[in-house]
């Protein structure tokens, strides 16, 4: 079994200052894990994903999140936030090496830029 | 990119009625096929998984035979709604997985948003 836990349901931080999406997982095995954001009347669109190689994974937009085990966590961060990162965002987690594997969705984090 | 269509991307239908929906991968051969399910300001929820040309395997309390899923083929999945009822009305999402040995990214499409009246 499997499952995610988005620790905030709404972010809201300035334009221009560090944005942090916190995720903690649980997983009965090595899981894979993604970010996906979804923009308005958009579909899903991945940001990242981790799947047992570099713990640091970078991906579009500037974005990154780091995968520690040992909190079982796997937090998405971004330097300096754009108004174009307004949106909704996943994280998301795949057991067994998620191939063919359906996703466990997080419940979403409205993220907000203020300008 | 990997590209995934749905159509229609909005429907309204009356209550009682089937709706289907289309989920087709653009520019590769899906072996394997995602339904998801949206309510509002919620994440989402897997329904079903669906190989070609085999049946579909359905997450517990999902009920098969309202939601019918069939993938004819490596670019086509559809899923029927049947006898719609105003509970159905939510925002289907559809993924397609390449299947290609160490690559598991799913690619979604832009979704179906049903009403149903």
């Known amino acids: 079994a499997q499952s995610v836990t988005q620790l905030d349901s709404h972010v809201s931080v300035s334009e221009g200052t560090p944005v942090l999406l916190r995720c903690n997982y649980s997983s009965s095995y090595s899981p894979s894990l993604f970010w996906y954001v979804q923009h308005p009347n958009k579909g899903l669109q991945l940001l990242l994903k981790?799947?047992?190689?570099?713990?640091l994974v970078k991906g579009i937009n500037g974005f990154e999140a780091e995968f520690k085990k040992s909190e079982t966590s796997f937090h998405l961060t971004k330097p300096s936030a754009h108004m174009s990162d307004a949106a909704e965002y996943f994280c998301v987690v795949s057991g067994s090496g998620g191939g063919a594997d359906g996703l466990t969705f997080g419940k979403g984090t409205h993220l907000i830029i203020q300008p | 990119g990997a590209v995934v269509s749905q159509h229609p991307s909005r429907v309204i239908c009356k209550s009682g009625t089937s709706v289907k929906i289309e989920c087709r991968s653009l520019d590769f051969q899906a072996t394997t096929m995602f339904w998801y399910r949206q309510f509002p300001k919620q994440s989402l929820m897997l329904m079903a998984t669906s190989n070609e040309g085999s049946k579909a395997t359905y997450e517990q309390g999902v009920e098969k035979d309202k939601f019918l899923i069939n993938h004819a083929s490596l670019t086509l999945s559809t899923l029927t709604v049947t006898s719609a009822h105003p509970e159905d009305s939510s925002f289907y999402i559809c993924?397609?997985?390449?299947?290609?040995?160490?690559?598991?990214?799913?690619?979604f499409g832009p979704g179906t948003r049903l009403t149903v009246l």
């Open positions: 981790y799947t047992s190689a570099a713990t």
């Open positions: 993924s397609a997985e390449t299947g290609r040995v160490g690559y598991n990214e799913q690619f």
